[in-house]
């Protein structure tokens, strides 16, 4: 499993970014009755045209469709979720019905007015139907989100040495025989996060 975008965001994925957070001030925007609105997601703070990279292998099940300001989406039935990638450029690099592979390079975070982003959302999978609710029906609130919905943080902070702890550039990217596109980390990044790992499996296991 992958970190969906090549590097920890400088900004913290929790509070007012995370999963949970108030939205009340959009749902008095979007006039939602009751005005309560909580954020079923995480926002990872990225400049835009930052590839969007697969979490897990995978086949695209709708998308890309707008999704908010001049952004779209993308869905993704991974092996152990659904996730929807979210605030992404309308042009991606997969379109429903084709096959994703981990870590493959499915689109690009899109320009939008105000902080850009890829808003992410993860479902069990155990629920059916459109992931987003009707939000004229307070029996949706808070999240107005699909039953199944589930909160990403703690797989994104297991996933924190699959990428580079910080922004690097140049990105360079490399091909599969397939036509699939990857980002090509630095040696340097692939060497950290082997010792990253390894010191978060041995805090795991080892009672300090
Ligand atoms: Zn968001």
Redesign the pocket.
């Given at each position: 499993m992958m970190f969906p975008v090549p590097y920890i965001p400088s900004e913290n994925y929790l509070g007012g970014?995370g999963f949970g957070a108030d939205r009340s001030a959009v749902a008095a925007l979007l006039k939602i009755p009751g005005g309560q609105l909580k954020?079923g997601?995480?926002?990872l703070i990225v400049p835009p045209n930052t590839p969007v990279l697969a979490m897990e292998d995978g086949v695209v099940t709708k998308g890309p469709y707008g999704f908010f300001l001049n952004v779209s989406a993308i869905e993704i039935k991974h092996t152990s979720f659904i996730a929807r990638y979210?605030?992404i450029h309308p042009t991606t690099e997969v379109r429903a019905g084709d096959p994703v592979k981990e870590g493959q390079v499915i689109g690009y975070v899109g320009n939008q007015p105000g902080a850009d982003?890829l808003?992410l959302e993860l479902f069990s999978g155990t629920a059916t139907g459109g992931l987003t609710l009707d939000s004229k029906n307070t029996k949706n609130a808070p999240y107005y989100r699909r039953k199944d919905m589930i909160d990403p943080t703690p797989i994104l902070d297991r996933l924190r040495f699959t990428v580079a702890q910080r922004a690097f550039r140049p990105l360079k990217y490399v091909k599969d025989a397939d036509g699939k596109i990857y980002v090509a980390f630095p040696p340097e990044v692939i060497a950290a996060n082997v010792l990253g790992n390894l010191a978060r499996s041995l805090r795991n296991t080892v009672p300090f």
């Open positions: 970014r954020h997601a995480v926002d979210c605030e982003m808003h």
